[in-house]
């Protein structure tokens, strides 16, 4: 282990008072050594020093300098000089008594949360679903409907590609349709078990949902109230689907359009309730602070926030029914394949660009 | 500047321009302000009886409610013209009770906002949208009259 006193040099040599350099040395000093605080101080006072005169480092006065009349002034200097290191000195132990304190504090709860991630993870429970490095609800109290949901879907996604899997193997395998069919059912349902999830969610925390905080940064760009724009999906998936018939065509562009419809129709009431929210908050004078009856009216509004996000599932459930009903079966194979692989890929965009080389600052 | 248009007195069809059909009254205004006001209408059931079956289309809805918002942006992005009765939250018992009477024929409780289409309870919004997505709706708005062409 190294001394003290070579790391002192170390950063003697570097002739700046570096705070990093200092932490590294009182952080190993503090794991081996029970001496810390003397040692440490030595070494802020010796490197605050650095730039004073040799015998000033002890703070201690040399009797000698006071029968010099010349030396008066000198002395006065060196005295003033020694009072305002140990000031500087006194008030670096502080600060860094402050620091070392929080640090503590902050090294228990990060052992606390790995021994919480420890147990959880013994008990075969999946943690983090699809949640980039960014995501760590800062939401203060624990939400056990969404910590649930979180970990549903944490399943649901590893259920899901296994399905994903299926699908390609069973498309390049060239299987019956009778068993295409079991696969193209199992696919839907696991959809529609996702939008039950979110349902019971959605009662937990509307705003987790209407934020889909759920989903990586990429599919959360394409966010459209708690989920994705079904008309935006058809317009993608439909090439995939070719070769269809005419009058499939013609459906599936119909659909298209009735889901533009029905989202106009939802984001048009969305908007509306946006206006009446921001008029109820701000009703009355604003000046004068808020009163309990503009957040009472404001409460109210917000519950009609859960009806726009059960009503926009509800519209993307029923496009997924829809394009089960014109579709073949080894279309709709391939549909839900592609659907899969293009969230996928969304997916591990959202990884490439979270682990990006960074610009230097 | 738009008229005030009184109910009962209005001549069908209206105007048949491409893609804009006014087959059905409306009880609002240009600027959405109700012209009857519910209390006038309340008292005589007979009124909303025949409100419902003279409207190809007739929502009703909470006043302010942004579900009654989409019903109706909805059917106006079709190209219908709903007549929109705006419920009080004070009226809200009456109106379910009476509605429920003149349902004709679905079964189930009355929510806001309930759609009527060609006299009858066609459903809530779940319905509307579900319908519409199958792309079963505009042939049931064809049928009641509420759409040409």
Known sequence: MNSPSAQFVTSRRIGVYDPIHQIGMWGENF???????ASASLIVEDVKLDSQSQDASHGTEGPSNQYDQEATKPTDKVQRRLAQNREAARKSRLRKKAYVQQLETSRLKLIQLEQELERARQQGLYIGGGLDAGHLGFSGTVNSGITTFEMEYGHWMEEQNRQICDLRNALNAHITDIELR????????????????KATATKAD?????SGMWKTSAERFFLWIGGVRPSQLLKVLGPQLNPMTKQQSL???NLEHSCQQAEDALSQGMERLQQTLADTVAAGQLSEGSCNRQMTNAMEKLEALRTFVGQADHVRKETLQQMLHILTIRQAARGLLALGEYFQRLRALSSLWATRPREPA | MQQAIPYKSWPLPLHTNTGHTQQSFTLLNDTNQSLVSPKAVLKPTEDMLSMVSESAVIVFARRGCCMGHVVRRLLLGLGVNPALYEVDEKDEGAVIKELELIRNGKDGKVQFPAVFIGGSLFGGLDRVMATHISGDLIPILKDAGALWL
């Open chain 1, 251 to 253: 459906d599936v562009l």
């Open chain 1, 206 to 210: 509307v705003f987790y949902m209407m």
């Open chain 1, 31 to 37: 794991k081996s050594n029970s001496n810390l605080n």
């Open chain 1, 182 to 197: 079991m696969l193209v059912e199992s696919g839907m349902n696991h959809y529609f078990e996702l939008f039950r999830m």
